[in-house]
């Protein structure tokens, strides 16, 4: 993993690779052409295939010439075709009127066609049949007629009850969007949100640092708080402070005014010097460091510990590994949208083959790190109606900017990842499931989740894109603990977690499994399991509680006496670094 100071010819490749990798969002196009090539010379071969589609497109296209013959003349002439139930491009009134509700039309029957021309290719691999599907998806949806003006009955209706002041203010959000981008800038209304001024400002002390974390300690907000101190561990791909946002959503605030002394990490954000930090780095330099820390503050107390996303895969394999070296520390576990198996690991696979992972780590090897851009328009392309053509759609067309809120303020101060970190995080984990499977290193051991004994809480998202629910349901399978909880909340990834009681249109499912218990595949756990409103911060906060002990007077702020003095207030130094 290291960077070698002779040439080698493959230094080219990865030069070549890296500059290449500037234009495609780090998408190998490799990896993509064998996929199509895999699919072509598969369709090829399969002339019962091709003639289904044959007639499939025949069937299609006759319904849609009946559908133009009777849709003229009656408006509620019933729709041939049937968007996904997440598409909301053509749910508007205005899409039923002619000739919009031909165009939508039109355009839902060729997706359909291709849906069914890349799907269910007989001896074609799984993942080659996700890619083609997926990317013709992706280059299909360019073309849908939400996104032009002369095509959108929505746009054009605006336009006419604005006489074109709508677009003249598109075209000022595109002239500024474009010098953001230019200068590297971040999106507009960011600026609002200052962390450590509104937002991030639950108050606390750094009482630790090393050259990747920094230990927050939180200031008690209540007279006594439980003995068993809780630490947090985020996830480095993004700041820390998406659990501290503002006073209304802020989950360490939350805890503090519960009873809990909190601790929380915050990640450095890496550069090129830091190219060689590896995976069990972030185990030792971080949990385990920031363990010792809590021990040294608050001694002869066990640690509840809740990691999230990549933060909880650490939390995980640390965790593992405790239990395996007899080390007992960790009082709970609690792991929020963290996937353990990754077999089932969602549309994020798609950029997860030999190939790709080459491309990547040719790209991070030249710079030491992962760039933000390139992270950020892959997870774009996951969603791209939701996160690239409905923004285009209402701030180039309809001129109308989105409120600027502390969540996405949050979501566009975005971190580095080091070049070897993150190849071993994308090789060993996702490519050759490592850890599901038992053969994850840490320290100089593998490491088995099922060693891991105390009670554990998962949480994940019912429309969770990063880390699907039925993936991260898998835990159940790979650990036998005495007590497992698993909530399944609504949301998404980011804001299904940041559930603050009281918010509108909460809800969640939840139960318990014990030791000796049969297990449920997700689907009929799902069915079987009834839907509760409200917040899932409160039933874990009640079940952190019940596995606590007495409470006991606030410990200090760090230890002075023992070499751990604060060194500066909440947020800390490593939250600022870009």
């Known amino acids: 993993m290291e960077k070698n100071d002779g040439f080698e010819f493959v230094d080219i490749d990865r030069i070549y690779h890296a500059w290449e990798s500037n234009f495609t969002l780090s998408i190998s196009p490799r990896s993509l052409a064998i996929a199509f090539f895999s699919w072509a010379l598969h369709l090829a071969e399969l002339p019962g295939k091709r003639t289904e589609l044959m007639m499939e ?139 450590g001024v509104n937002i991030a400002v639950t108050p606390g002390k750094v009482i630790f640092r090393n050259r990747l974390i920094e230990l927050i300690q939180y200031s008690p907000a209540t007279g006594q708080v439980y003995a068993e101190p809780l630490l947090i561990v985020p996830a480095w791909i993004m700041k820390y402070y998406i659990l501290d946002l503002s006073a209304h959503n802020s989950l360490a605030r939350f805890l503090v005014e519960k009873g809990y002394t909190v601790f929380m990490i915050s990640w450095k954000n890496p550069d090129s010097e830091d190219r060689d930090i590896s995976l069990d780095d972030y185990r030792t330099l971080g949990v385990m460091a920031a363990l010792e820390a809590i021990a040294t503050v608050v001694p002869d107390r066990k640690t509840h510990a809740l990691g999230y996303c990549i933060g909880g895969n650490i939390l995980s394999i640390a965790a593992a590994a405790m239990a395996r070296d007899d080390d007992d520390r960790i009082a709970s576990l609690t792991l929020l949208t963290t996937q353990s198996d990754f077999t089932e690991a969602g549309e994020l696979m798609l950029f997860i083959d030999e ?196 409470l006991v007077d606030p410990p200090s702020m760090g230890a002075p006496e023992k070499g751990l003095p604060p060194l500066g207030n909440a947020p800390g130094a490593y939250v600022h670094l870009d």
């Open 355 to 550: 190939c790709q992972v080459t491309y990547l780590e040719d790209s991070m090897w030249y710079k030491g790190y992962l760039d933000t851009r390139q992270m950020a328009g892959a997870f774009q392309l996951l969603r791209s109606n939701d996160l690239i053509w409905s923004r285009f759609i209402q701030d180039y067309l309809m001129g109308e900017r989105r409120p600027m809120f502390d969540l996405m303020a949050w979501n566009a101060d975005t971190t580095r990842m080091p070049y070897r970190m993150h190849s071993e995080f994308l090789r060993e984990l996702f490519l050759d499931n490592h850890l599901a499977a038992g053969r994850y290193i840490a320290g100089d051991r593998p490491v088995f989740l099922n060693d891991i004994k105390g009670p554990i809480f998962l949480v994940a998202t019912l429309q969770d894109h990063v880390a699907p629910w039925r993936s991260a349901y898998k835990f159940l399978f790979l650990n036998n603990a005495e007590q497992i909880t698993f909530v399944l909340c609504s949301g998404g990834h980011n804001a299904g977690i940041i559930s603050e009681p009281g918010g509108h249109r909460r809800s969640f499912r939840m139960s318990t499994r014990k030791a000796g218990e049969k297990h449920m595949d997700p689907d009929y756990w799902l069915e079987h399991t009834p839907e509760q409103t409200g917040s899932w911060w409160t039933p874990w906060e009640r079940w952190l509680a019940e596995h606590s002990s007495s």
């Open 57 to 195: 497109i025949f069937t299609k296209a006759s319904r849609y010439c009946d559908y133009l013959r009777y849709a003229y003349e009656d408006r509620e002439y019933p729709d041939c075709f049937t968007p996904a139930s997440r598409d909301n491009r053509f749910r508007g009134a205005e899409w039923k009127t002619w000739p919009f509700n031909a165009l939508a039309q039109g355009f839902l029957m060729i997706e359909s066609f291709w849906e069914s021309a890349t799907t269910r290719v007989h001896g074609l691999s799984c993942h080659h049949e996700n890619v083609v599907s997926f990317t013709v998806r992706q280059f299909l949806d360019i073309f849908a007629p939400s996104n032009f003006l002369a095509s959108n009955p929505e746009v054009l209706k605006l336009t006419r009850e604005q006489s074109g002041s709508n677009l003249v203010r598109g075209w000022f959000n595109f002239l500024q969007d474009f010098k953001r981008a230019l200068y590297r800038e971040r999106p507009a209304g960011v600026e609002d949100y200052k962390v």
